[in-house]
DNA sequence: AAGTGGTCTAGACCACGTC
DNA sequence: ACGTGGTCTAGACCACTTT
């Protein structure tokens, strides 16, 4: 379990390729592949500063380090006097990790999940280019609702790639009671790590407007969400239609 | 300049105030005091790790400690080999650091700011819950139109409290070409550091409409935007109108 | 008491930029 | 050659949690 480590021994790197990357990021990529392998589950606690530092030959300094971007990343999370734990979307800190719709009151009363419809299908060209995956390819497709207290408030049409979720159907949605991503984590083993929204106002069409009920031509936001688990890989796209009469999406900008 | 230190010589913490601040973080409330007080100006270098270690009389780490958290904070920005500077919106890669629309096509052409109106006010209500200041307080509203290239994108309506901004007028405005962050920072010593933006969808009304060449009631989004300088105070709030035909709002979550 | 992460220090060396 | 930030190490001690 040894480590390159030397790898910046060499002078000139500035005309040379950039190879270059110190020790611990080398540590957070092996970290990363012993996650991404399954060695430890979500909300399990990863070895101990000591054990790793041990386990990879560097100092528990540079351990802290990798385990630090890590925590940044919301890969794990630290927890004082406890451990370092592997993010889950089973914790209800993190459960609408993603979701940016707040009620324009400040009750922040969560939301709740409503499955309508779930098929399979295959993979159109917008879909196999979102995904990563080639036309014909095997989908999913789910439509759900999603409720602040008894309104309605946003519609999702979300895909999936047939593949990695196998025996997802909506009895299996209806059963749940939790987020998605914290069904995907704990059923299918993926593990949502980061995602990008494009936003756009629309109109809502017929269909839109009947469930959200708003009339026909309502103003929303269209959320074109792409998801990625490790190593960037593309999991899942969603299109979301909010209705903003009494919520509206919140972004920080730092 | 001495700093307290031992806060946390005290057991029993948990049971009192939690007064506790590690030094790093103590270290950190300093630099950011003397940035405040304009020791050193946007775009300089700030001393150098060593040298702000012996003034405050702690190790080099813990100064490097506190510059990491502000270098993430968008505070500061460290340059290897050359020193440690004061962030600036004058900085080209900084300089649209809050606007997250984009082209559709992958065209990323910087917009083009046109100042159309300035003028001064009193704060209502509205103005004066965003800006934190006294309902009837002198305010000044600017009206400015964003283009990326040739295509009207953004009708932007900012509030802004009268003190902050003495001489602010629409000459002014024409005669900066820069963004408006760069100007407030230059001419008017404001550093806008973070920003909060509730979006939502909105129907045209007919002087959008015009402006951004759309038809009467399409879809905007409808980006509120308050923004915050040293010490969380708000010292802008702005409303802009988003033509989402060619372009749309990028958010990254993580 | 023992184990974990959190802080602080000191020193060595590397990479980068400037003189 | 020198000064800057960047990395790595080792050790001491603090704070929190569990046993």
Redesign the interface.
């Known amino acids: 379990m040894d480590v390159l480590k030397n790898l910046c021994s060499n002078k000139r790197m500035s005309h040379d390729a950039p190879t270059f990357s110190p020790l611990y990021r080398q540590i957070k990529a092996l970290i990363l592949q012993a996650l991404e392998a399954g060695e430890w589950r979500p909300g399990q606690a990863i070895p101990s500063e000591q054990e790793l530092a041990s386990r990879f030959n560097v100092s528990q300094g540079t351990v802290r380090k990798a385990i630090d971007e890590m925590a940044?990343?919301?890969l794990l999370v630290r927890k004082q006097g406890k451990g370092t734990y592997v993010a889950s979307h089973n914790d209800p800190r993190a459960m609408f990790?993603?979701l940016?719709l707040?009620p324009m009151d400040g009750n922040l009363s969560h939301p709740q999940s409503v499955p309508l419809d779930c098929w399979r299908a295959k993979a159109g060209q917008e879909a196999s280019r979102m995904l990563g995956i080639e036309p014909g390819a095997p989908i999913i497709i789910i439509r759900r609702l999603l409720r602040f207290g008894a309104k309605p408030v946003v519609i999702d049409e979300i895909y999936l790639p047939g593949d990695l979720f196998q025996g997802l159907n909506l009895e299996v949605l209806q059963d749940w009671n939790g987020s998605l991503y914290s069904l995907f984590e704990t059923r299918f083993g993926m593990r949502m790590i980061?995602?990008?929204?494009?936003?756009?106002?629309?109109?809502a069409d017929r269909s839109a407007a009947e469930v959200l009920k708003v009339a026909e031509?309502t103003?929303?936001?269209s959320v074109e969400?792409v998801t990625y688990t490790y190593g960037d890989k593309p999991v899942e796209w969603r299109r979301g239609l909010?209705s903003?009469a009494e919520h509206?999406?919140?972004?920080?900008?730092?």
């Open positions: 940044a990343d919301n990790r993603f940016r707040v980061r995602a990008q929204e494009r936003i756009r106002a629309v109109a031509g103003s929303l936001l969400r909010y903003t509206f999406y919140l972004n920080e900008l730092n």
